[in-house]
């Protein structure tokens, strides 16, 4: 056997912003912290990387929809990150394209839109409902089997203090929160104005990341989780990779250790109680409690299946992981120049969605495998306020539907096809974008899965719908971060409540952990 | 000379759900009228002859959800109602091969096993699992919907009642229980079933009726819709109505007239007459008025608010819920007469097969795309059907030898795309040949010589469904079947206990809770709630109790 080393309290799998957070909560009560990182660098799907010489970009994630205050209050992330909400320009095919700034929506050229009322109302209910539920994602999900223990009782006040605040609404907006949260964003958008950009924009900000077309039922449930922290995107300096880097200097000024490089292939399990980590190359690190930020199959299959029950098993093999996102980066080198939009606005988030039923099409294409005839985007030029970057420009964009599953499988091709979509999609609305382009990186689900082991290369790591959420997520009776085997918790995007770069699983995990005393 | 009449009771519309309040205000004493548009009593329900000899169900044409309570409180048997268990059923992939559905469960396994022996057990475990939501779900078919904003101790008590039996079930269960009703039934049956072909016979029942496609949250639901009823108890089990659906709306007018209510047919509905907030009577298109402190309408929520109250006379806030109600159409129906029983070369001979269902869904996929183009408001290039010969059933309805087929097809678009425009007045007759070609493409899949069989052909658009029994945009269930039009939610929040802000207006078809199909319980629960606000408490309608 392999020779021992240092004994943990605890060894967290993976270096994503979630693992990270863990590792600092439980660091910051003194616990002995080691985090297990298979890549070289940190942070997961939130980290930057050098796309080009000295350029930084972000790799995969960009923007903060959900990044949770209360998870950076307690990490004292807050004074760290220099992030404010930015503005959203949804392009238009006419070029008169439309402006959220400051909450309000406008014409780009700053004439007013007849649906600005609509678009108000929707988005304030939404945020309303959303920062409903925002603490349900601050605690483990209700555990249904503890009843009327004590344990149980504090999950009961919580539901009923929920049930309350959903009192204190009043009549009307509790039946409206009652009658939309399960139903989908075309129908709700549509019923209070005509299909179009605005339309179209709600559309997408609901299904970023999701296996759902705008017509499918638990969208709004989806918007409602990514408004929950108000609607507008920020986009922090130096990207979502600040966020990261903030969270490494916490967890390391605590004590905590990363390594990079090491990847875990199994763990070590004694009598159903997990006792250490082997790592890929055979060495051996023994810890009491392991935390593993993967997807929950993957993390089941490194715990081995033999240690689970069949029904379990099973379980665990049905969670849906059909990413359904791929990142384009692309290396510009001009500014570029989008038609009727100021040089003020460009520093805001674009998206690409003239329409919801636009969006619709986009997934009906893709859920069969094949690319969308024209695909939904949303892109961010980080750099462009940057004069640091020596006359380079960076184009950040997300595209959706691009399915995990394609027909044919993910090559080379394909991969040229999702690079030809989008830079074609893009050129629409940026005129010269072709020649201006000096470099292109595109990542595929698949190849997001393959670098970060996310399932599906899934944005939440598993898809966030209302037969994946809270009491069954990542499924039935593991709600709780405690993940079958005596020592093992779940504490990344998979688990409650879901993905976006907000720290919340993690933070989550820890706390339960310690609740459960599995560290004493 | 225009008449005037005095009742204790109207109701407008003699679809199935009409009949049922009527029954049981009449036999609580109160004099009870039913005006029906149409010539027959049945809306949606309804025997007729099709052809010379041939009697068809127009609409509705199988029977399971009918509660076996109502049937006891209005002794329908004795009016004739028998209801004809089916005892076959098959999906066919149009290759050769095909899939049977046997009422036994034991010969049940050994098709499955034919399939996919890995499905086997997966089809315990999927029938298990359903059959479980099914018990939990059916006593709430018989009970209000509690309204969650309310203090009022019957909602609260009702609350109680939810709360309780979901502890009964235990925690387990009530993880499994979120799952299934608000999964897609897509994703559902991939869960359990290895092989497409067997997950495609399972999916239609998720499907129908519905503008979902089988990989939309919320159909695993829609397929409990159909799975909750039952045939003399047995759970789950479909059949057929002796002399067709109209038999179960003749025996509903039966027990009526005998109750002493009256029914009065080609007399549609003008208008309700409302007078300070409360209405008094209806006006018929005719000129006839008939007053009543209580009308209960059996139309759908959209045609009895928007076109009969008048929004001048109701909250804004009402008219928008009312409004943004998805009523949406989706399926057509062939109705044939044919001249001999067609030729399934794929199908053993005279198996008791045919006395069920037949369909013909390749794979989940080929039920995917059918929605596909009728979001885009086209009728599905491979549709989805649910076709039935009810003379392998019941010989009589057709002239000896002959038979009688029912084709129930998804899906079709009310609003139907021509060139950019969609329009129900799209649907002209020769776009209603082009759609029957193309449904009668899809049977010469298993029946090769389907059209060399047929003596007529009645083909009914969603526009078609629309314009005969009222079902605004032809929807089935007058009204989709997701969460947000479910329970407290159906029709309107606030308005779900059939009530509307009409005083004596109620609200008693399928656009209430429980919903759509041939099940009466929007009809009894409407009743029920009428002969509470009354103090007739002893003669309300049977609440069902726990059953597990
Ligand atoms: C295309 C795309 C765009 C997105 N854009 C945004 C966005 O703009 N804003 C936003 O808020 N969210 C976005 N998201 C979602 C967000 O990035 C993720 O939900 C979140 O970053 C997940 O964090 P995590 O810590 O849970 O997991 P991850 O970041 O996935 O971390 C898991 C870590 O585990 C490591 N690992 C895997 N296997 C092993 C092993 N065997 N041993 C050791 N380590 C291992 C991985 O390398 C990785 O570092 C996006 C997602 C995608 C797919
Ligand atoms: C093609 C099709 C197939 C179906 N198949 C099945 C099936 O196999 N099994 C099943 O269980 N369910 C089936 N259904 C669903 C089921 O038939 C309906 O949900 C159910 O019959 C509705 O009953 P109801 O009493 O609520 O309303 P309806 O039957 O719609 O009754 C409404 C009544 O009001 C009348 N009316 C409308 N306007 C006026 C007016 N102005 N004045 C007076 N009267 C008026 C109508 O004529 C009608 O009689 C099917 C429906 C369709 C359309």
């Known amino acids: 056997m392999a020779q021992s080393e240092k004994r943990y309290d605890v060894i967290v799998i993976g270096a994503g912003h979630n693992g990270l957070v863990s590792a600092a909560t439980l660091a910051k009560l003194g616990k002995r912290v080691c985090v297990l990182e298979k890549e070289n660098e940190i942070g997961g799907m939130a980290r930057n990387y050098e796309i080009a010489d000295g350029l930084q970009a972000p790799r995969i994630a960009h923007l903060l929809y959900n990044y949770n205050p209360v998870v950076a209050r307690e990490l004292g992330l807050a004074e760290k990150i220099d992030k404010a909400p930015i503005s959203t320009i949804a392009l238009s095919d006419d070029g008169r394209h439309i402006e959220i700034a400051n909450g309000a929506l406008r014409y780009a050229d700053g004439a007013e839109h007849p649906d ?206 059909k990413g359904m996102t791929a990142k384009v980066n692309l290396v510009l080198r001009q500014e570029p120049k989008i038609g009727g939009v100021s040089l003020a606005q460009i520093a805001g988030r674009f998206v690409i969605a003239p329409s919801a039923k636009y969006v619709e099409r986009a997934f009906s294409k893709a859920k069969y495998g094949e690319f969308p005839g024209a695909p939904v985007i949303e892109f961010v030029m980080p750099m462009v306020s940057d004069a640091a970057q020596r006359g380079r420009y960076l184009l950040s964009a997300i595209v959706q539907y691009i399915p995990y599953h394609l027909k044919g499988g993910w090559d080379d091709a394909a991969r040229d096809r999702l690079t030809a979509l989008t830079i074609d999609t893009l050129s629409q609305y940026i005129p010269e974008l072709r020649e201006n382009i000096a470099h292109v990186d595109a990542l595929s689900p698949a190849f997001i899965e393959r670098e970060t082991g996310a399932p599906g290369g899934h944005w939440h790591h598993g898809e966030l719908s209302t037969d994946q959420l809270l009491t069954v997520r990542p499924v039935n009776g593991m709600s709780r971060y405690a993940f079958g085997v005596r020592g093992y918790y779940l504490c990344g995007a998979g688990a409650h409540p879901g993905g976006g770069v907000s720290g919340a699983a993690g933070r989550n995990s820890a706390l339960q952990l310690l609740k459960d005393g599995v560290l004493s | ?287 006839d008025e008939y007053r009543a402190p209580i009308v209960a309408s059996n139309m759908d929520v959209k045609r009895t608010i928007l076109h009969h109250v008048g929004r001048d006379k109701l909250p804004g806030d009402y008219v928008k819920a009312v409004e943004r109600f998805k009523i949406r159409g989706s399926s057509g129906k062939l109705n044939i007469a044919l001249d001999a029983m067609p030729r399934f070369p794929d199908l053993p001979e005279n198996g008791e097969i045919f006395q069920g269902d037949f369909a013909c869904n390749t794979s989940l996929e080929m039920l995917e795309r059918a929605y596909d183009d009728w979001k885009e408001g086209y009728w599905s290039s491979g549709p989805y059907f649910d076709m039935l010969i009810p003379t392998k059933i019941d010989p009589t309805l057709a002239p000896p030898g002959k038979h009688m087929m029912s084709v129930f097809v998804q899906y079709a678009p009310y609003d139907l795309n021509v060139g950019g425009v969609r329009s129900p007045n799209n649907w002209t007759d020769e776009k209603r040949d082009a759609f029957a070609e193309c449904v009668f493409d899809r049977l010469s899949l298993v029946c090769p010589d389907i059209r060399e069989r047929v003596l007529h052909a009645e083909v009914r658009s969603p526009a078609d469904i629309e314009r005969e029994v009222g079902l605004t945009e032809g929807n089935i269930f007058q009204g989709e079947l997701t969460f947000d039009q479910l329970l407290f939610n159906r029709p309107a ?21 429980p919903g759509g199909g041939v099940m009466a319980a929007p009809g009894a629960n409407a009743a029920r709630e009428i002969l509470r606000k009354l103090g007739k408490t002893t003669a309300m309608p049977t609440v069902a109790d726990d059953e597990f």
């Open chain 1, 116 to 321: 600005a009322a609509a678009y108000a109302e929707i988005r304030r209910k939404i945020e309303k409902f959303g920062k409903l539920l925002a603490p349900l994602a601050l605690r483990s999900p209700p555990d249904l089997s503890e009843g009327l223990s004590l344990a149980g009782a504090g999950e009961a006040a919580a539901i009923a203090k929920l049930g309350l605040e959903l009192k204190m609404f009043g009549k009307k907006d509790m039946r409206e929160f009652l009658r939309i949260v399960l139903s989908n964003i075309y129908d709700l958008a549509l019923d209070e104005m005509p299909d179009g950009e605005v339309a179209g924009l709600l559309a997408a900000d609901a299904v970023w990341g999701a296996w759902a077309g705008p017509r499918s039922p638990g969208t709004v449930f989806l918007l409602m989780y990514r408004y929950a922290y108000g609607a507008d995107p920020s986009l922090p300096k130096r990207g979502a990779g600040a966020v990261v880097d903030a969270i490494v200097d916490v967890a390391r000024s605590r004590g905590v250790e990363i390594r990079t490089g090491a990847a875990v292939s199994r763990l070590n399990i004694k009598n159903d109680a997990v006792t250490g980590v082997v790592l890929e190359g055979g060495s051996e690190i023994s810890a009491k409690v392991v935390m593993s930020s993967l997807g929950a199959f993957p993390s089941m299959k490194m715990a081995g299946p033999q240690h689970y029950d069949v029904e379990t098993v099973r379980r665990l093999r049905n969670v849906r992981a």
């Open chain 2, 493 to 513: 929040p606030g308005y779900a206990q059939y009530n509307t802000p009409i005083e004596g207006l109620y609200i008693v078809g399928s656009s209430t809770h």
């Open chain 2, 1 to 287: 000379m225009t008449k005037c009449d005095s009742y204790d009771a109207i109701v407008v519309g003699a679809g199935h759900n009409g009949l049922t309040t009527a029954c049981y205000l009449a036999k609580a004493g109160l004099k009870t009228l039913v005006i029906e548009k149409n010539e027959q009593i049945g809306g949606a329900a309804v025997s007729t002859e099709l052809y010379d000899g041939w009697i068809y169900s127009n609409c509705s044409y199988v029977c399971s959800l009918l509660r076996q309570e109502i049937i006891r409180d209005l002794e329908l048997p004795r009016f004739g109602l028998q209801v004809v268990p089916f005892r076959g059923g098959v999906n066919l992939d149009g290759k050769g091969n095909y899939i049977g559905a046997y009422p036994d469960h034991y010969v049940m396994r050994r098709e499955i096993a034919r399939h996919s022996p890995i499905d086997v057990d997966a089809y315990d475990r999927y029938y298990q699992l359903v059959m479980r939501q099914c018990r939990f779900i059916r006593p709430f078919l018989l009970r209000p919907a509690p309204d969650p904003t309310s203090m009022k101790p019957r909602d609260i008590g009702e609350l109680i009642y939810l709360v309780k039996r979901m502890y009964d079930i235990g925690p387990r269960e009530v993880g499994e229980m979120i799952r299934f009703w608000t999964m897609s039934i897509g994703d559902f049956l991939d869960e359990f079933f290895e092989s497409e072909f067997v997950k495609a016979k399972f999916a239609g029942s998720g499907i129908i009726g519905t503008g979902l496609g089988v990989y939309s949250p919320g159909t695993a639901y829609v397929l409990l819709h159909h799975y909750m009823g039952d045939v003399d108890g047995s759970l789950g089990a479909w059949g057929f109505a002796r002399g067709a659906m109209g038999a179960i709306s003749k025996a509903l007018g039966a027990a009526l007239e005998e109750a002493g209510g009256e029914i009065r047919t080609d007399a549609g509905l003008g208008e309700f007459v409302i007078r300070n907030g409360k209405v008094t009577g209806v006006a018929l298109e005719n000129g």
